[in-house]
């Protein structure tokens, strides 16, 4: 099994997003990229602990890669505003990839390079590409919270105005 782990704005929508994927064996909803050690919900919300709302998945290599995982990734937010998705503003909902091998860090890389040049969006990819840290997996209330109480998510949906060609 592989990990892997991305912020792009709320939390909950990453992870429905990705929760059922082929290949997908765990998803966890957590904070990541911070100062603050064991930090809560309430820590991140002020924006000054420093972590991103962010989805830590497990994956089975053999079953999907890394570089479909980034795509998905790539489709599910606006990766052009900075530390904002939708109505959420705050650091914490800030586009991120945490790499956790070098292999994983050349992939995002390369297909933020790609998708900043394939000129899809009006402006500039601001996503942070940087090394994983230490996870802090999310109060359980947090995990799985569309799926546990039976709604349809409704917090990602990208703003940015992409090019028409």
């Not at 090394?131 to 919270?145: G, K, L």
């Amino acid at each position: 099994m592989a990990k892997a782990t991305f912020g792009a704005g709320c939390f909950w929508g990453v992870e429905e997003n990705f929760r059922n994927i082929d290949g997908v064996t765990d998803t966890a909803v957590g904070y990541l990229g911070g100062d603050l050690d064991d930090p809560t919900y309430e820590d991140v919300c002020t924006g000054r602990s420093g972590h991103a709302e962010v989805l830590q998945m497990e994956f089975d290599p053999g079953a999907t890669d890394y570089i479909a995982l980034l795509d998905v990734f790539w489709q599910i937010h606006d990766p052009t505003t900075l530390n904002r998705q939708g109505p959420d503003v705050g650091s914490q909902y800030r586009s991120a990839i945490f790499f956790h091998d070098e292999a994983q860090r050349l992939a995002a890389v390369a297909s933020k390079e790609k998708l900043d040049q394939a000129g899809l969006w009006d402006r500039p990819v601001v996503t942070d590409i940087s090394p994983a840290t230490t996870f802090f997996r999310a109060e359980e209330y947090h995990q799985q919270y569309f799926a546990k109480r039976g709604i349809a998510p409704s917090c990602h949906v990208p703003t940015a105005r992409r090019n028409a060609r």
